[in-house]
């Protein structure tokens, strides 16, 4: 089984069924054959933006997070200290932090990242767009 990783933007467009997730992405997502991983990175991250009234979901959102987490069965990526220590050698090519650890994570444990941000590739991480 391979492992993808999803960045926060392709996690909700996912969830949201969103125009801008490419067949690419979809394919990705729908393999039974990939594990689709969840950094807690971006769970932090949603769960800012919908404090800091940026980011609406339907419901309660630790709630809705659960449920979809679980429902397509996305595993959680914790934030070792290995990613966090990675981030003093990233090239600082991208400036969001949340970013920055995704890709860190997906370097350190060697697993492609979806995202449609075209930076990524910047960093020599696999890229699914």
């Known amino acids: 089984m391979s ?3 999803l960045d926060t933007h392709a996690f909700l467009w996912i969830l949201a069924d969103d125009p801008r997730l490419t067949a690419g992405m979809r394919v990705a997502f729908t393999d ?3 594990q689709p991983l969840l950094s807690m990175a971006s769970v932090w991250e949603i769960f800012i933006k919908v404090a800091n009234g940026k980011l609406q979901l339907p419901g ?3 709630n809705f997070l659960d449920e979809h987490i679980h429902r397509n069965g996305i595993e959680l990526l914790p934030i ?3 990613h966090t220590a990675a981030l003093l050698d990233l090239p600082k090519i991208h ?3 949340f970013d920055r650890l995704i890709i860190a994570q997906g370097i350190l444990e060697r697993v ?3 995202s449609s941000d075209a930076v990524f590739r ?3 991480v696999d890229v699914i767009a």
């Open 3 to 5: 492992k993808v990783l």
């Open 32 to 34: 039974q054959r990939n």
């Open 60 to 62: 309660d959102a630790q």
């Open 80 to 82: 070792r200290y290995s």
């Open 95 to 97: 400036r969001d932090p």
């Open 112 to 114: 492609p990242i979806m």
């Open 122 to 124: 910047e960093y020599g």
